[in-house]
């Protein structure tokens, strides 16, 4: 479930973004050249905006919180859950630093609402396997303290040697980020849309999170 929730929410940071689209509408649209032209700037910028890398790790971070606080979990399952957390981050955020998104076309069909087409490039996902990730963590952190991480249950652990350990567990994951060094050199593509809806002046985008499924 964690694993499921992170995919979903994951969307993070350093995302290259590519302005260069075609303007459509609707026979029975009834919006000028100039006028379409207007919108789709507003709305491109709402949508670059909506993938800025901090306002998307700010909505990460609530999601993450809020389904966190929902959940009943002790102190322990809580942090070995925090850190997880940080670790399928840091797996995400590797594979998307080459991430390009592009708006290929805005399609009005109506005066207050255009379904948006975006083609994304990125690194294909052989090279961000979470297993391997997971291998050298779990080898350096019975380096380190000579624990098995597989076998390992904080659970039924003393709570002051299950946090110590989960510290180290902390330590080691940031270790082994820091020392990767991917060099991507295939690339897939994908189309996805997502829809702008105008609301008092404004233009709102809806379906954002669903770009990377």
């Known amino acids: 479930m964690l694993k499921k ?13 590519t302005v260069q689209y075609e303007i459509v509408k609707k026979s029975n649209v009834n ?19 909506e993938i800025e890398k901090r306002k998307l790790i700010e909505n990460i971070k609530k999601g ?15 942090k070995f859950l925090n850190i997880m957390f940080t670790f399928y981050l840091r797996i995400f955020e590797k594979e998307l630093e080459n991430t390009n998104i592009q708006i290929e076309k805005i399609n009005y069909i109506s005066f207050n609402k255009a379904i948006v087409t975006l083609m994304i ?6 090279y961000f396997q979470e297993e391997i990730f997971e291998k050298k963590v779990a080898e350096a952190f019975e380096k ?6 597989e076998k390992l249950d904080f659970d039924i652990l003393v ?5 110590k350990l989960l510290d180290e ?8 980020f820091e020392k990767e060094k991917i060099n991507v050199k295939n690339y897939k593509i994908k189309k996805k849309t997502i829809k702008a809806v105008k609301i008092n002046k404004n ?7 669903s770009i990377f499924d």
């Open 5 to 17: 929730f992170l995919i979903l929410f994951l969307l993070l940071s350093s995302l290259s973004f």
């Open 31 to 49: 919006l000028t050249i100039s006028g379409m032209k207007s919108n789709a700037e507003k709305i491109a910028n709402k949508v670059k905006n």
């Open 64 to 78: 993450y919180k809020s389904r966190l606080s929902k959940s009943d979990r002790n102190e322990i399952e809580e």
């Open 121 to 126: 490039k990125f690194p294909d996902e052989a």
């Open 144 to 149: 380190k303290t000579g624990e098995n991480l």
């Open 159 to 163: 709570e002051e040697k299950a946090k």
């Open 169 to 176: 567990l902390s330590i080691v994951i940031n270790k082994v």
């Open 203 to 209: 233009w709102e985008i809806e379906g954002i999170l």
